[in-house]
């Protein structure tokens, strides 16, 4: 019923009056804030102002990393690793295929597609023609190299 009475609203009248009435809205875990450590900088509060997780935004800080070492600890525990089933070998298989199929997209006369293997493990951007697409063998023209 919810649904129903905001979607009958003016576009926008519905996020326009919880906007208003609650002010900016936050999406925030509770494990985050309650699992963090004693000893955060003196400077998190100055710079966040009031977000408890702002200490999680600086990535490769020795606290957000030691925080994240304890989540990914705690998961193993709770679910087990994958690594050592059946499904993960599985599906460590079909990414690791050099059977894959390329999808293209379409731009002006050229088909072009992202390609990742273990000789472009972070990509290249190329492209070919949709005669040469159609054939066994593309011939691709690299037009990025991301490695």
């Known amino acids: 019923a919810r649904w129903r009475a905001w979607s009958r609203q003016p576009a926008g009248a519905g996020l326009a009056a919880l906007g208003a009435a609650r002010g900016p809205l936050r999406c925030q875990s509770t494990a985050a804030t309650e699992a963090r450590p004693d000893s955060a900088p003196a400077s998190s509060a100055s710079v966040g102002g009031d977000d408890p997780l702002i200490w999680l935004e600086e990535v490769l800080g020795e ?38 199929i390329p999808y293209v997209g379409r731009i002006g006369d050229w088909y072009y597609n992202f390609w990742q293997d273990e000789t472009h493990q972070k990509g290249i951007w190329r492209r070919t023609t949709l005669d040469s697409f159609c054939t066994a063998e593309p011939a691709w023209e690299t037009v990025l190299d991301v490695d």
């Not at 087990?80 to 050099?98: C, F, H, Q, V, W």
């Open 63 to 100: 606290e957000a990393l030691s925080w994240v070492r304890g989540q990914n600890t705690r998961a193993v525990e709770e679910l087990g690793n994958p690594e050592g089933t059946e499904a993960y070998k599985r599906i460590l298989a079909i990414l690791d295929s050099k059977e894959k």
